[in-house]
């Protein structure tokens, strides 16, 4: 069974960054998609940022040029690097891998931010 834990979330003033990890059970070669979700109060769950198959980088709209998704393979985790966050960035974040056609989600870790 895949278990993913985030971390690195907490409060933060807007403009300030946060970086959030998720650690992985297993090998992040093992997955074909790699991604960060948010749920905000009130809102759908939404996408910021995937990697699929190792390849580029995608992100939401709302993100692109402030948030930067990568992996470190060695350590089988996954991070989310946030700069520039605005207060609509608040919400939990949740980390998600694909394998096999199946989803895996970690419990999420919450941000937020202050203005």
């Known amino acids: 069974q895949v278990q993913l834990v985030e971390s690195g979330g907490g409060a933060v003033q807007a403009g300030g960054s946060l970086r959030l990890s998720c650690s992985a059970s297993?090998?992040?070669?093992?997955?074909?998609?790699v991604a960060w979700y948010r749920q905000v109060l009130g809102k759908q769950r939404e996408l910021v940022a995937q990697?699929?198959?190792?390849?580029?980088?995608n992100y939401a709209d709302s993100v692109k040029g402030r948030f930067t998704i990568s992996t470190d393979n060695a350590k089988n985790t996954v991070y989310l690097q946030m700069n520039s966050l605005k207060v609509e960035d608040t919400g939990v974040y949740y980390c998600v891998a694909q394998k096999q056609r199946t989803n895996y989600w970690g419990r999420g870790t919450q941000v937020t931010v202050s203005s």
């Open positions: 297993e090998s992040i070669f093992s997955f074909n998609i």
């Open positions: 990697i699929i198959n190792r390849g580029s980088a």
